[in-house]
């Protein structure tokens, strides 16, 4: 069932960026996004939740719930890249520890923003989504 | 007589740079990373692999002789481009950082003992810290930098007092700033650095594609460059060595070709330059290299270097204008770079905001985070870098699109 809501969020972000064709006009979008993302908690903004890119740092930080959920927060230095975090964790944060695992995250390639899911791209985004994907795996296997 | 500006006279030998990136017409302002290569270049590689390929050196065939000659051609090209007295002193690598590996295995394996000093400077690229950072560690040796002042230029006092303090083995100096753009004094600094005894290893990465460069007039004794950044193609650059310390350094890389004979009771090796050049080479690289030179001097140094002059100051005219842009490095002699930061804002958002508007630029530390570090510049800057082809119009576009970016980002 988590697997869906990750394939549903995914097709939500997919239908709002289907309405910018320009490719500045996709960015104008992504930077608001960047500036409304809920900033992580500054306490936490600390080197265990770093992920140093060579371009631009990312934090990630990962609360294991109860109910077998995982809730994400995360944040960069960087305004675009942290829109993308905040798409990150919007697809991602609450579902099911197994199903961020397993999760095929399509919708960067759907937007056309794939290109800073490289990893030559080096912003830190690419170590972020393998971390999240660790951290729901890990926590898959502490269930099972 | 109609008069035309270089990159009017020479653009047409550059295809890429009619292609469009994101529906906007390319602006290539990544020069310092990568130049782009002349249609001379690109044809002469298709024509060697298309009608002469064959290994070199050892062949008993015509195929493998013109080849040869060639490729050897080349090492003649390099020789004269840069003054050596003597062709044998060229050594083709596969780039700049492959050549100081080389003489940091080699040379500096065999002479570097505990306690010893390489003596860097705070500007080089990671190219010219790292091999010396390995080989030093395993000697027990260890690499002192040399300060860079505010501007980008070296800090010549602190370069003095390091000589005397530190009596370094090899003294190893940019010629020009790959992240700066800065010139560095390097003829001073080797007869400097020469009469206190130390080795000098010249990199040149930055300068072959915008500068003349004469080894001798420099009086170091390693000058190492690389061919991409100079309208060559990728793979294939040189290390230029004073024939009696490559002759007494021991070979780096064993194998085919640097070999005079080999048994098993022993192997004796060949003569330089063979000795440093195991293996197969780049062929087709060796051979567009030399095409690239000659592209080089067809257009002339001088004139690239004048017309990259008047590029950087145009390029700080037009920035001076906008009051949250503050550039990084304004030494009087500079190559054409220009590194800059936007107060408040991040250079990665920055040039993906120029990309999208077809502006290919660097952002991040190039290469050279002890420089950021010292420079107190944790995202790094956005580079632009210029080429013969650059024009004062496509410095003007960038500029909008910088502009443009910034009023997108704050």
Same mark, same amino acid.
């Given at each position: 069932?988590?697997?869906?809501?990750?394939?549903?969020?995914?097709?939500?972000?997919?239908?709002?960026?289907?309405? *910018?064709?320009?490719?500045?006009?996709?960015?104008?979008?992504?930077?608001?996004?960047?500036?409304?993302?809920?900033?992580?908690?500054?306490?936490?903004?600390?080197?265990?939740?770093?992920?140093?890119? %060579?371009?631009?740092?990312?934090?990630?930080?990962?609360?294991?719930?109860?109910?077998?959920?995982?809730?994400?927060?995360?944040?960069?230095?960087?305004?675009?890249?942290?829109? =993308?975090?905040?798409?990150?964790?919007?697809?991602?944060?609450?579902?099911?520890?197994?199903?961020?695992?397993?999760?095929?995250? @399509? *919708?960067?390639?759907?937007?056309?923003?794939?290109?800073?899911?490289?990893? #030559? /791209?080096?912003?830190?985004?690419?170590?972020?989504?393998?971390?999240?994907?660790?951290?729901?795996?890990?926590?898959?296997?502490?269930?099972? | 007589?109609?008069?035309?500006?270089?990159?009017? /006279?020479? /653009?047409?030998? *550059?295809?890429?740079?009619?292609?469009?990136?994101?529906?906007?017409? &390319?602006?290539?302002?990544?020069?310092?990373?990568?130049?782009?290569?002349? =249609?001379?270049?690109?044809?002469?590689?298709?024509?060697?692999?298309?009608?002469?390929?064959?290994?070199?050196?050892?062949?008993?065939?015509?195929?493998?002789?013109?080849?040869?000659?060639?490729?050897? !051609?080349?090492?003649?090209?390099?020789?004269? @481009?840069?003054?050596?007295?003597?062709?044998?002193?060229?050594?083709?690598?596969?780039?700049?950082?492959?050549?100081?590996?080389?003489?940091?295995?080699?040379?500096?394996?065999?002479? =570097?003992?505990?306690?010893?000093?390489?003596?860097?400077?705070?500007?080089?690229?990671?190219?010219?810290?790292?091999?010396?950072?390995?080989?030093?560690?395993?000697?027990?040796?260890?690499?002192?930098?040399?300060?860079?002042?505010?501007?980008? #230029?070296?800090?010549?006092?602190?370069?003095?007092?390091? &000589?005397?303090?530190?009596?370094?083995?090899?003294?190893?100096?940019? @010629?020009?700033?790959?992240?700066?753009?800065?010139?560095?004094?390097?003829?001073?600094? $080797?007869?400097?650095?020469?009469?206190?005894?130390?080795?000098?290893?010249?990199?040149?990465?930055?300068?072959?594609?915008?500068?003349?460069?004469?080894?001798?007039?420099?009086? %170091?004794?390693?000058?190492?460059?690389?061919?991409?950044?100079?309208?060559?193609?990728?793979?294939?650059?040189?290390?230029?060595?004073?024939?009696?310390?490559?002759?007494?350094?021991?070979?780096?890389?064993?194998?085919?070709?640097?070999?005079?004979?080999?048994?098993?009771?022993?192997?004796?090796?060949?003569?330089?330059?063979?000795?440093?050049?195991?293996?197969?080479?780049?062929?087709?690289?060796?051979?567009?290299?030399?095409?690239?030179?000659?592209?080089?001097?067809?257009? !002339?140094?001088?004139?690239?270097?004048?017309?990259? $002059?008047?590029?950087?100051?145009?390029?700080?005219?037009?920035?001076?204008?906008?009051?949250?842009?503050?550039?990084?490095?304004?030494?009087?002699?500079?190559? !054409?770079?220009?590194?800059?930061?936007?107060?408040? &804002?991040?250079?990665?958002?920055?040039?993906?905001? =120029?990309?999208?508007?077809?502006?290919?630029?660097?952002?991040?530390? @190039? $290469?050279?985070?002890?420089?950021?570090?010292?420079?107190?510049?944790?995202? !790094? #800057?956005?580079?632009?870098?210029?080429?013969?082809?650059?024009?004062?119009?496509?410095?003007?576009?960038?500029?909008?699109?910088?502009?443009?970016?910034?009023?997108?980002?704050?």
């Amino acid at each position: 069932m988590s697997a869906d809501l990750i394939t549903a969020r995914q097709a939500d972000v997919i239908e709002e960026f289907a309405l *910018f064709d320009d490719w500045m006009d996709k960015y104008e979008h992504l930077i608001e996004l960047g500036k409304d993302v809920p900033a992580i908690d500054p306490a936490r903004k600390t080197d265990d939740h770093l992920i140093k890119g %060579c371009q631009s740092k990312v934090w990630l930080a990962a609360d294991p719930q109860d109910d077998g959920t995982v809730l994400f927060s995360g944040d960069s230095d960087a305004i675009i890249t942290k829109g =993308l975090v905040g798409l990150m964790v919007r697809v991602l944060s609450g579902a099911d520890a197994k199903a961020i695992a397993e999760a095929d995250l @399509h *919708f960067l390639d759907a937007i056309g923003l794939h290109q800073h899911l490289s990893p #030559t /791209r080096s912003n830190g985004l690419a170590s972020m989504v393998k971390q999240m994907k660790l951290y729901g795996a890990a926590l898959a296997a502490r269930q099972a | 007589m109609a008069s035309h500006t270089l990159p009017e /006279r020479i /653009r047409r030998d *550059f295809p890429i740079l009619d292609r469009t990136v994101h529906g906007k017409p &390319l602006v290539y302002l990544d020069n310092a990373a990568s130049a782009q290569k002349p =249609l001379a270049v690109i044809e002469g590689q298709r024509e060697y692999l298309a009608n002469y390929h064959a290994n070199i050196h050892r062949g008993a065939h015509h195929l493998a002789q013109l080849a040869t000659e060639a490729y050897e !051609g080349t090492r003649r090209k390099i020789a004269d @481009h840069i003054g050596a007295a003597d062709t044998a002193e060229v050594l083709f690598t596969a780039g700049s950082t492959d050549a100081i590996n080389l003489v940091a295995q080699s040379w500096g394996r065999a002479n =570097l003992q505990a306690g010893d000093a390489v003596l860097v400077t705070r500007m080089e690229h990671h190219a010219n810290i790292v091999p010396w950072q390995m080989v030093c560690e395993e000697k027990g040796a260890k690499v002192i930098p040399v300060n860079v002042l505010e501007d980008g #230029t070296l800090d010549l006092d602190d370069f003095t007092r390091a &000589l005397e303090q530190h009596q370094p083995k090899l003294v190893g100096i940019v @010629h020009a700033s790959n992240t700066l753009g800065t010139i560095n004094p390097v003829a001073e600094l $080797c007869a400097t650095a020469r009469a206190a005894g130390a080795v000098t290893l010249i990199d040149g990465s930055q300068a072959l594609p915008h500068l003349d460069i004469d080894v001798a007039t420099i009086g %170091c004794d390693f000058y190492v460059a690389t061919g991409h950044k100079a309208y060559g193609p990728t793979g294939i650059g040189f290390l230029w060595g004073r024939k009696a310390l490559l002759d007494a350094m021991p070979p780096w890389r064993g194998g085919g070709e640097m070999i005079r004979s080999v048994s098993f009771d022993g192997t004796t090796y060949n003569d330089l330059p063979h000795k440093f050049e195991a293996g197969t080479p780049h062929i087709s690289g060796g051979i567009a290299l030399g095409i690239a030179l000659d592209w080089i001097n067809g257009v !002339g140094t001088d004139a690239i270097a004048a017309h990259e $002059c008047a590029l950087v100051d145009h390029a700080h005219d037009a920035l001076g204008t906008l009051p949250t842009v503050r550039i990084i490095g304004t030494a009087p002699e500079k190559v !054409g770079v220009l590194s800059l930061v936007v107060d408040g &804002l991040h250079p990665y958002d920055l040039g993906t905001l =120029l990309d999208g508007q077809g502006i290919a630029v660097r952002t991040g530390h @190039h $290469c050279t985070e002890p420089l950021m570090a010292h420079l107190g510049l944790d995202s !790094g #800057t956005l580079r632009m870098s210029f080429a013969a082809y650059t024009t004062r119009e496509e410095i003007d576009r960038a500029v909008i699109a910088l502009e443009r970016a910034m009023r997108m980002l704050s």
